[in-house]
C-alpha cells in the first residue's frame, strides 16, 4: 500500500553533517505526518523530529538547533539534515509517514522505512 524510500546514511565525523531523505509511494490519499525516529544500541527508540500537515515541527531536545526536518510535498519526501553531529548521534534512524490509503480505510495510519545507519565516528 505504501512504501518509504530512505537515503542519506553513513559514516561521519564528529562535527560533519550529514541529510537524511525518505520518499512516500504507493496509494497514498493524504499525507498527515512525516518524521524520523532513531534507535541507538542499548538504548530505546526515540523520536528525532516530525512536521505535520500544517507545518509545525517538534524536534527531540537533544537535537534542537542542529537538526531540521523539512519537506517537499510534491514529491511526497521528508528530509533531516543533521549538522555538528555528536558520537551519541550514532543510531539506526527511521522514517515514517502518517497516511490515509486512497480506495482503503480512512483511519490514519503509520508506514515506516526499514532504517538508515548513522554512524559518528572519529
Known amino acids: 500500500q505504501v512504501q518509504l524510500v530512505e537515503s542519506g546514511g553513513g559514516l561521519v565525523q564528529p562535527g560533519g553533517s550529514l541529510r537524511l531523505s525518505c520518499a512516500a509511494s504507493g496509494n497514498i490519499f493524504r499525507i498527515y505526518g512525516m518524521g524520523w525516529h532513531r534507535q541507538a544500541p542499548g538504548k530505546q527508540r526515540e523520536l528525532v523530529a516530525v512536521i505535520i500537515r500544517g507545518g509545525s515541527t517538534n524536534y527531540a531536545d537533544s537535537v534542537k538547533g542542529r537538526f531540521t526536518i523539512s519537506r517537499d510535498n510534491a514529491k511526497n519526501t521528508v528530509y533531516l539534515q543533521m549538522n555538528s553531529l555528536k558520537l551519541e548521534d550514532t543510531a539506526d534512524y527511521y522514517c515514517?509517514?502518517?497516511?490515509?490509503?486512497?480506495?482503503?480505510?480512512?483511519?490514519?495510519?503509520?508506514?515506516w522505512g526499514q532504517g538508515t545507519q548513522v554512524t559518528v565516528s572519529p
Open positions: 515514517y509517514a502518517a497516511v490515509t490509503v486512497a480506495g482503503g480505510s480512512r483511519d490514519v495510519s503509520d508506514y
